[in-house]
């Protein structure tokens, strides 16, 4: 089974400070995906990398950047928190070719 | 840019009755659109898809339409469970990776 595994559940943080989203995939998928989820607003596409180093934005790019250093490993980065960043954050990944994407279980973002 | 809009937003059915999710897309060029299910405190996970070159796919209790004329797809649970009680998004994507996705419909199925 494929499995896309986030490092935190919930994480709270102050407003300006630089967070790191972490999402590690265990099957050598070459896509790689971060996606913010807002009640009424389903899944907006923030990110996403389909090769190492290489990055591509989404929907909503703003206030956010990306890392791509392995390939297994695909990092979200709020320079510097505001309130509105907060909710639920999710990872996903997918074969390269493919569509169906594979997700992790999320991180709910609280900017306080 | 691709547009997905998804109805209802709530669904609430009695246990044993159907239930049925509509979604529309802007991108004529769309051609794969899968539905996924979020059950509480976890990830989306996909359970159903179709590709524009077939109008309609069926595993066991759920289906799904495609009208590529109309620009519209939807879910169909029959005789639904307590464990179908869940958020539902449908996506459609016109490329190999980037999915759209409409606003969910969070479903209650009351014993």
């Known amino acids: 089974d494929v499995k896309v595994t986030q490092s935190s559940r919930y994480l709270v943080k102050r407003t300006g400070e630089k967070v790191f989203l972490e999402c590690v995939q265990d099957m050598d998928h070459e896509n790689m995906f971060w996606y913010r989820q807002d009640p009424g607003l389903g899944l907006r596409l923030i990110y996403f990398s389909y090769d190492v180093k290489m990055k591509e934005k989404g929907d909503i790019p703003e206030g956010y950047s990306v890392s791509r250093e392995k390939k297994e490993r695909f990092s979200l980065i709020l320079e510097s928190a505001s309130t509105n960043q907060t909710s639920m954050y999710l990872c996903?990944?997918?074969?390269?070719?493919?569509?169906?994407?594979?997700f992790g279980q999320g991180t709910r973002l609280t900017v306080v | 840019g691709e547009n997905v809009e998804q109805h209802p937003s709530t669904l609430s059915v009695q246990e044993g009755d159907s239930a049925v999710i509509k979604c529309t897309y802007s991108?004529?060029?769309?051609?794969?659109f899968p539905w996924y299910k979020q059950e509480l405190g976890k990830g989306p996970q996909l359970i159903i898809d179709?590709?524009?070159?077939?109008g309609e796919k069926k595993d066991q209790r759920i289906a799904v339409t495609l009208n590529k004329t109309a620009k519209h797809f939807s879910l169909h649970i029959t005789e639904t469970q307590p464990e179908d009680s869940a958020v539902y998004f449908c996506?459609?994507?016109?490329?190999?990776?980037?999915?759209?996705f409409g606003a969910g419909t969070t479903v209650t199925v009351r014993a």
């Open positions: 996903a990944s997918s074969l390269l070719g493919t569509t169906e994407a594979f």
């Open positions: 991108d004529s060029a769309s051609n794969y």
């Open positions: 179709i590709r524009s070159n077939v």
């Open positions: 996506a459609a994507s016109s490329s190999d990776y980037k999915l759209s």
